[in-house]
């Protein structure tokens, strides 16, 4: 039973960090139709940012998180700028290697700023733990969870209560509608990856303290994300999470249980399989094409 | 080459046939000489291969003619029929291991038989198991399957070896004869991507080429005028997949040691580079591309650590502003070379008259 427990939140915890990568995916995906393969890289930027201002400014933990999600909003804004909008109406294919080439760029940037040793960003509970059921949970997840909620409900809130979320949903439905409506669509796409930036930097500020902080602590994640995003259909925000805490909840659950060391592949072959039998996602209904 | 006269024959009466919009699909420089082409890197790796002297020198052309060899096989998969698989470098690695897992204790052309029908079939499954998805979700499919594959390699240690680390691999032999000096391996090697190329050839010289790049540029419409959709793009997925595992059949035979780094990120990195780097649009993209990325790093010793950062901007850039690559910039210069000519020669007629 404790194993249980124990397995079941640490998949809850890493379910929520993996919903908050794959809400950067769905705003950008329901503005503008794309997908920015330089998320994850995004995640891991802003657990190193805010490593630096946590230890070289010297700031409290929580300022220095303030900063990474500041900075990462206008790394989210520069892609934008540099790697998406000249290239706006070219192929699918083009926005997916530019928005790679970005990801190679800030990779090499992080390297170059602080190497490839390992380093770790400090929560701001420490290594401390409650006992729930006789399960010793670390408090950093229990906060991993809080914030998750927190910040799917203000984007809930923020999609379907607000002119910014109608403008985003109405560009979902159907982009040339929305453009004639006068919708400003660069705006909107500047102000989505400026706020999948700030999400992705949340997702790395949470993150990074449950383990050693590299260059590819954002990969994993990114790539969970995208299955999280698949098996909820890309729709809805509500099926993007479920699918995330499915992702999260699959991983722990199979490692703990089957074998840990395919641990990381039980997630993807649950999302091949929805790949294979209903494409258009578990929980998800829409079919769209790109002409 | 006997196979070149059958070969050219129908070349010349063609374009003459082929009305004047259709033409411009098709690189001019390039266009319907393929053959040419392919005889041409036959005499440049033969002259390389006995020009070269040092052990240094073989590494980097045995690296230029097998990334030449996965780049073909990519171009075909994402050029053409546009499919967007970051799972070619997994097959390179599947490739490998199977090679090596069949060849122990017996010929490398058992070795070869392995890594072609276990790569050929692994596509074809993963192909199927995918065929609904779009795009993006093929994209992240193929992502998933590369990262799936890097984990089988490192955990099933009956197929691999203990980490999916092999040291000692022996040489290639085929027919009796081991391929054991540089020379000889860039020779193997290089008749490996004539083959490539050839194959490759045919693709471009056949309507298969036309229907991928329709089901590339517009699937529904590719679909509505009789493109065989379905058999299309498992049939490209597999042939190119196919030729990544031969290209690991070969570089583990080649390099004699393999681990799961050999196959990790930065190998796709590199394969994509290969391709748009070279020219996405043309066959010979790939091999211009292999030498680049095979060679360049030699060159550009000095940015060192910087590499990282020049080859991601160097793909933002391409995609952005050069999408032809290295093969666009020389059929401008061949275009502008013969627009000066089309104008000395509209000046004289306007002189004339």
């Given amino acids: ?291 | 080459m006997p196979g070149s006269e059958v070969g050219t024959a129908p070349v010349a009466a063609e374009p003459a046939a082929r009305p004047a919009r259709d033409r411009d699909v098709r690189p001019p420089v390039y266009r319907q000489r393929q053959l040419h082409g392919v005889a041409a890197v036959a005499a440049l790796v033969v002259a390389l291969s006995l020009g070269v002297d040092s052990a240094f020198g073989h590494g980097l052309l045995h690296s230029w003619l097998i990334y030449s060899v996965v780049g073909l096989g990519f171009y075909l998969v994402f050029s053409l029929s546009g499919q967007f698989a970051f799972s070619q470098g997994a097959f390179v690695g599947l490739g490998a291991y199977a090679s090596v897992w069949a060849s122990e204790g017996r010929s490398f052309a058992w070795g070869l038989l392995a890594a072609v029908v276990l790569s050929a079939a692994v596509a074809l499954a993963f192909a199927v198991l995918v065929v609904r998805s779009d795009h993006f979700y093929f994209a992240i499919a193929t992502l998933a399957f590369s990262h799936i594959a890097l984990i089988v390699f490192r955990e099933l240690e009956s197929f691999t070896a203990p980490g999916g680390e092999i040291v000692g691999i022996p040489k290639p032999d085929l027919f009796g004869h081991r391929f054991a000096s540089g020379q000889d391996l860039a020779l193997l090697l290089g008749a490996f991507l004539v083959l490539a190329l050839l194959l490759t050839a045919l693709v471009e010289r056949s309507p298969l080429r036309r229907e991928a790049v329709a089901f590339r540029d517009n699937r529904q419409v590719a679909a509505t005028v009789g493109v065989p959709v379905l058999r299309l793009r498992l049939g490209m997925f597999v042939l190119g997949s196919t030729y990544a595992g031969v290209a690991g059949c070969l570089f583990a035979h080649t390099s004699g040691f393999i681990s799961t780094e050999s196959f990790a990120l930065e190998l796709g990195i590199d394969i994509f580079l290969v391709v748009l780097l070279g020219g996405a649009g043309s066959m010979w993209g790939p091999v211009l591309g292999a030498a680049f990325v095979v060679w360049a790093p030699e060159q550009l010793r000095f940015v060192g650590e910087y590499r990282a950062l020049i080859y991601g901007a160097l793909l933002v850039a391409v995609v952005v502003a050069f999408p032809g690559g290295l093969v666009g910039l020389v059929e401008a210069a061949g275009r502008w070379l013969r627009r000066g000519r089309g104008a000395v020669r509209l000046r004289s007629v306007g002189e004339r008259a």
């Fill in chain 1, 1 to 291: 039973m404790e194993r249980f427990v124990s397995l079941f939140v640490t998949g809850v915890a890493q379910g929520a960090v993996f919903a908050v990568v794959a809400l950067g995916f769905l705003l950008i995906h329901k503005a503008t139709g794309v997908i920015n393969f330089a998320q994850g890289d995004l995640v891991t930027l802003g657990a190193y940012i805010a490593i630096w201002a946590a230890t070289d400014l010297e700031l409290p933990l929580l300022g220095a998180y303030a900063v990474a999600v500041a900075a990462l909003a206008a790394v989210g804004v520069l892609i934008e700028r540099f790697a998406y909008a000249p290239i706006r109406d070219r192929s699918i294919h083009v926005v997916v290697i530019s928005t790679l080439g970005a990801a190679l760029v800030i990779r090499a940037v992080i390297v170059l700023w602080r190497g490839t040793s390992p380093t770790r960003l400090r929560g701001p509970l420490g290594f401390e733990v409650v006992e729930v059921l006789g399960a010793r949970i670390p408090k950093q997840n229990l906060l991993i969870i809080g914030v998750t909620a927190v910040c799917v409900a203000a984007l809930w809130l923020l999609f379907h209560r607000t002119q910014f979320g109608r403008q985003v949903r109405a560009l979902a439905s159907d982009r040339m509608a929305a453009q004639m409506q006068g919708i400003r669509v660069a705006r909107m796409s500047m102000l989505t990856f400026g706020l999948a930036g700030g999400l992705s930097a949340l997702a790395g500020v949470l993150i990074a303290p449950t383990r050693a902080v590299t260059v590819d602590l954002g990969f994993g994640p990114m790539l969970y994300a995208f299955a999280a995003s698949i098996l909820g259909g890309m729709g809805s925000i509500g099926g993007v999470v479920v699918g995330a805490l499915a992702i999260g909840l699959v991983q722990q659950l199979g490692g703990g249980y089957l074998s840990p060391d395919y641990a990381e592949v039980y997630p993807f072959v649950l999302m091949l399989l929805v790949i294979a039998l209903r494409p258009q996602g578990v929980l998800g209904s829409e079919v769209r094409a790109r002409l």
